[in-house]
């Protein structure tokens, strides 16, 4: 993927923001214990893949992405439930080619995550947690991970992590990520990857 692929994901992504935070701003009622939405952005890098869903193993994983998070209702006094929809810039996995007798082969991709939910718990003004998962699409440059799998895959995740909130609009989230990437039994091979965060990622508030 290239770098101009990577920009022309975030612009429609950031401009999706503004629209979405423009329309929210003109419904909502005035109220200082309403949730905002918020922005995150994550960073990681994954040093080994483990055998769960995925079957690839000694592979290494790098992340990149933004996610939009927009309240949908207060399920107690202290619970928020957010939609969750978000872009990845970039993938990059160096992973074992179990066809290749496991050696080891490069491949990037970027794709954009349409459906997420997240159920954050306010503990104080100060301290959350959040409960996170979410499913998209990834289309990588080349076949992955196998000769026989497919170049458009399709990924699930699952987050637990705290958050700081270290002014009005600025926080730190930091736990753990699991992420799987597969075809989806759509290619004659399936084995999957799946990969371990532990990670910081900023938030941004409305």
């Known amino acids: 993927m290239g770098r101009r692929s990577a920009l022309w994901i975030l612009s429609i992504f950031f401009s ?5 935070n423009t329309v929210q701003a003109q419904e909502s009622e005035v109220d200082g ?37 927009i309240p949908l209702k207060r399920l107690k006094r202290d619970i928020d439930l957010y939609y969750s929809a978000g872009v990845v810039p970039y993938v990059h996995y160096n992973y074992s080619k179990r066809d290749r007798n496991g050696d080891k082969y490069n491949a990037s991709g970027f794709g954009v995550y ?9 503990t104080n003004t100060t301290w959350s947690f959040m409960a996170q998962t979410g499913g998209g699409i990834i289309y990588m440059d080349q076949v992955f991970p196998t000769d026989k799998s497919r170049r458009l895959n399709f990924t699930f ?8 909130k270290f002014s009005e609009r600025f926080g730190v989230y930091f736990g753990y990520k699991f992420h799987h ?20 990622s900023l938030s941004y508030f409305n």
């Open 157 to 164: 995740e699952l987050s637990l992590s705290l958050h700081k």
């Open 114 to 122: 349409p459906l997420g939910f997240n159920f954050v718990k306010n």
């Open 181 to 200: 990437i597969s075809n989806a039994q759509t290619g004659v091979e399936n084995p999957g990857l799946d990969s371990n965060f532990l990670f910081l």
């Open 16 to 20: 999706y923001v503004l629209l979405a």
């Open 33 to 69: 214990n309403s949730p905002n939405p918020f922005i995150n952005i994550f960073v990681g890098y994954s040093p080994v893949s483990v055998w769960l869903l995925g079957k690839t193993p000694n592979s290494q994983t790098f992340l990149l992405s933004a996610n939009y998070n």
